[in-house]
């Protein structure tokens, strides 16, 4: 499909408009978590369980993020990313009025639905709007508050939460978001795809069915109170709807997911490691702010504070990567990262109330340093070797699974946190909350060393060229 020439001024216009999507995106997936325990006071609920509200939003996107390249092509950018904003506006008002805590996860999915087609679609009307010698330059420059919003956003709202409510963090979305409704229907290309698209509903089906049915099966052991049989059920389903979609994908014509991405042993390599090395990182988000209010008695401003050494050491860790990946290479690089990792996650197990702070700082800053060292380094494996043809549909699932990962890990805590609490009776005052942290930590870091294995597999001479590192996306 051939581009329309547009004026200087109104790329300009749009990228700043993208922009804003994906900083609204980022910035809700993390200001959340400081707030979950006055959450749970305002809603009486017990702030160990109150990790649906994560989950809700992350699987959300999960599930929709596949269906968002075919909903932009056939109803056109301009449409779907209008609608996108309006639907994030429209759930974070529904969050703000929220009285119980079914109620808040309904409206975090309404949220969820939006926030799944800002980013993807965002990228295309880039994609679409600049010619190819500008684009890296454009997608860079729409990055970077997607950079900025995990970095503010624990801060912004332990600052929302100690010296407002936890409302604001979602009523601050409403101005901006009316604002970026009427920028894009200024500003926004209206690009459509080719009319005979034809989007695989029933692969969309199994798959949606399967993420949902596993998601369910992790949190029904903790906040759902599932017995295990019904857990067990779940994730049987679970697993025969991810089959089924295999048995589907490998004889349908145009697959949601072609099977022919997993020819390439990088990527195949990349995704798996992807899924399991971020079920621990993903969950350290939402622990480690929990964490220090419960345990630790900090107050949501300070717990929030904390993650700004995280964030730091993760962007200047950026710069770290491609040399390292250029002299060990791709397998001992993410081989001894990931146990870095692990190592890095179990170690906040150590944590005592009256330990001095600059030891904690330090634990931070290396957790915040290998955790993006880690992210670098399996985003550039996994998208290297992607042939052309399927780049669109394996970025497509690469996001997917990083959504994805990000519901496993949240959900995973918070199972290993109820386990641990009915272990040590109390846990929710003081010291047994303590013990119960620790334990989780711990189990966390393991399981996050154990997809080491996976890295493991790659071959020993796979090095980097450099130019691989373009593909790193905005972690």
């Known amino acids: 499909m051939s581009k329309t020439p547009r004026p200087a001024s109104s790329n300009n216009r749009l990228l700043w408009l993208v922009a804003i999507g994906f900083f609204m995106e980022t910035l809700d997936s993390t200001i ?43 109803f056109g950018t301009r449409n779907v990313f209008l609608s996108a904003i309006a639907l994030f506006t429209l759930g974070s008002l529904c ?83 009316i604002i970026g409704c009427i920028a894009t229907y200024v500003d926004m290309p209206d690009i459509r795809g080719p009319e005979n698209t034809k989007f695989d509903l029933a692969g969309f089906v199994m798959l949606s069915v399967s993420m949902v049915m596993i998601s369910f099966a992790l949190d029904g052991l ?11 059920m779940l994730l049987i389903f679970g697993l025969a709807a991810l089959t089924s979609y295999w048995l589907h994908a490998s004889k349908h014509e145009k697959p949601l997911f072609s099977l022919r991405l997993f020819k390439s042993a990088t990527y195949s390599i990349g995704l798996l490691g992807n899924l399991f090395a971020r079920i621990g990182s993903s969950s350290m988000p939402f622990l480690i702010p929990l964490f220090l209010q419960i345990s630790m008695r900090y107050s949501p401003f300070e717990a929030g504070m904390t993650m700004i050494p995280v964030a730091l050491a993760g962007i200047y860790a950026k710069r770290l990567a491609t040399p390292l990946i250029l002299r060990l290479g791709y397998r001992r690089t993410l081989v001894y990262n990931t146990l870095c990792v692990g190592i890095a996650m179990a170690s906040f197990a150590l944590i005592t109330p009256h330990q001095p702070l600059w030891i904690r700082i330090i634990q931070l800053l290396f957790f915040g340093t290998v955790n993006s060292l880690q992210f670098t380094a399996m985003n550039t494996l996994t998208l290297k070797d ?56 711990i189990c966390m870091g393991v399981i996050t060393c154990s997809s080491a294995f996976i890295f493991h597999q790659l071959p020993t001479e796979l090095k980097s060229t450099g130019k691989d590192q373009q593909a790193v996306t905005v972690e």
Do not use: K
């Open 32 to 74: 959340v978590n400081t707030a979950l325990p006055s959450m749970a006071v305002s809603l009486g609920e017990s702030p160990l369980l109150m990790q649906s509200v994560v989950i809700a939003y992350s699987l959300t996107i999960a599930v929709f993020i596949p269906a968002s390249g075919w909903i932009a092509d056939r």
């Open 95 to 177: 969050c703000a009025l929220s009285q119980t805590l079914p109620q808040l996860v309904i409206s975090r999915v309404l949220q969820g639905i939006g926030g799944a087609m800002l980013m993807p679609v965002g990228r295309l009307a880039v994609l679409r709007a600049f010619p190819h010698q500008e684009f890296l330059r454009a997608i860079s420059f729409v990055t970077i508050p997607a950079l900025i919003g995990p970095l503010i956003g624990p801060t912004l709202g332990g600052w929302l939460v100690q010296y407002a409510s936890w409302h604001w963090i979602f009523l601050i979305n409403i101005p901006v978001g």
């Open 222 to 232: 903790s906040e759902l109170g599932f017995q295990h049989a019904t857990v067990l």
């Open 386 to 441: 992607l042939e052309t043809r399927l780049a669109s549909s394996g970025n497509s699932l690469f996001s997917m699974i990083q959504m994805l990962a990000m519901s496993f890990g949240v959900a995973t805590a918070g199972a290993l946190l109820s386990t641990f609490s009915q272990h040590y009776p109390g846990t929710q005052e003081g010291s047994m909350a303590l013990e119960a942290f620790r334990a989780t930590f």
